[in-house]
């Protein structure tokens, strides 16, 4: 079963616009991450953020973590064309080296 | 700067046959990791290594068969392949066994049809 799920499954924006990815998972974890995969591609790393920690920002990228919801958000600000992809979130609640892996959220951006 | 490669990167093949699947990553890391991905199943484990000589199945090995005599290489065989592996094949490679960053590099996947 997956532990991390994503919300929405699909989102289209506008160029310029805002978007934001939900994720939720079921038991506790050490830490979480996104990953951004390009169609045909392999995914990519993007964040990690530690349980002990609430929010974390890299470039265009902001991830929060509220472990008392076990949910996690993806904010990508002011939106490019590039962004177009499925961002996956995973967990390590297993062990300290199987990520367990949500179905993705796919997102289009529009010119 | 090679990082991880896999081969071949598209593969037809007939129920019962037996494939390989070839990963290869120049950079020494101790773990690796093969997936699946089906659509609405996002990512699967197949099996992983934590280094070579040492493997362990993941969530879902049937019918998949691994080995890892070196450390840079780990491929993973289909030893009668089935339709339901029709899949995309991603592997996966982390250095650090540390529980603060866990980050895992992926090859670019392999494309695997069964007729």
């Known amino acids: 079963s997956q532990q991390g799920e994503e919300d929405p499954q699909a989102l289209s924006i506008q160029e310029g616009e805002n978007a934001t990815m939900n994720c939720s998972y079921k038991t506790s974890i050490n830490n979480l991450q996104w990953y951004r995969q390009n169609s045909g591609r392999g995914l990519v790393h993007l964040i990690l953020i530690r349980s002990n920690e609430r929010e974390k920002h890299s470039g265009r990228l902001r991830v929060t973590l509220d472990t008392s919801k076990k949910s996690s958000s993806l904010l990508i600000t002011a939106s490019r064309a590039a962004d177009t992809a499925s961002y996956f979130c995973?967990?390590?609640?297993?062990?300290?080296?199987?990520?367990?892996w949500g179905a993705g959220t796919k997102l289009i951006i529009k010119p | 700067d090679a990082g991880i490669t896999q081969s071949p990167r598209y593969k037809i093949t007939e129920t019962g046959r037996q494939v390989t699947l070839m990963c290869h990553q120049t950079?020494?890391?101790?773990?690796m990791f093969w997936y699946r991905q089906d659509l609405g199943h996002g990512l699967r484990l197949i099996y992983y290594s934590a280094a070579a000589d040492i493997t362990d199945k993941g969530e879902v090995p049937d019918g998949y068969v691994v080995s890892r005599s070196k450390t840079e290489n780990f491929p993973l065989t289909l030893e009668s392949a089935t339709r339901s592996q029709t899949s995309v094949y991603f592997c996966?490679?982390?250095?650090?066994?540390?529980?603060?960053?866990?980050?895992?590099?992926f090859g670019p996947g392999t494309r695997l049809t069964v007729l």
């Open positions: 950079w020494s890391h101790s773990y």
């Open positions: 996966a490679s982390r250095d650090t066994p540390d529980t603060s960053y866990n980050e895992q590099f």
């Open positions: 995973a967990t390590d609640a297993r062990s300290n080296y199987q990520l367990i």
